[in-house]
């Protein structure tokens, strides 16, 4: 059975950081980029964070760019996201998202850790 399964979010102070992980098994993992998107209340899924098949190459939003560092470890099915120097504005639920690398429209998503930012 496919599963992605999201961790590590939770209440952090302003100027903190977290890691948060997403562990995926029922898939190749490693033919998969993996991305980090997230929703705040009332507004749109964007997309922070994205990482290649092999981690050559990183994207990041302008929101994160900076502050955060995307990795995966393809021997544990796992992909990370640490975020430091968090704002309020990073409050959002935090999803994880496996695209294959060559079939299009081939991608699952995760069911989302919640990360709040508040003193």
């Known amino acids: 059975q496919l599963q992605l399964v999201e961790s590590g979010g939770g209440l952090v102070q302003p100027g903190g950081s977290l890691r948060l992980s997403c562990a995926a098994s029922?898939?190749?993992?490693?033919?998969?980029?993996m991305s980090w998107y997230r929703q705040a209340p009332g507004k749109e899924r964007e997309l922070p964070a994205r990482i290649t098949i092999a981690a050559a190459g990183t994207n990041y939003a302008d929101s994160l760019k900076g502050r955060s560092t995307i990795s995966r470890d393809n021997a544990k099915n796992t992909v990370y996201l640490k975020m430091n120097s968090l704002k309020p504005e990073d409050t959002a639920v935090y999803y994880c998202?496996?695209?294959?690398?060559?079939?299009?429209?081939?991608?699952?998503w995760g069911q989302g850790t919640q990360v709040t930012v508040s003193s």
């Open positions: 998202n496996a695209a294959h690398f060559r079939l299009k429209g081939v991608d699952y």
């Open positions: 029922g898939l190749t993992f490693s033919r998969y980029a």
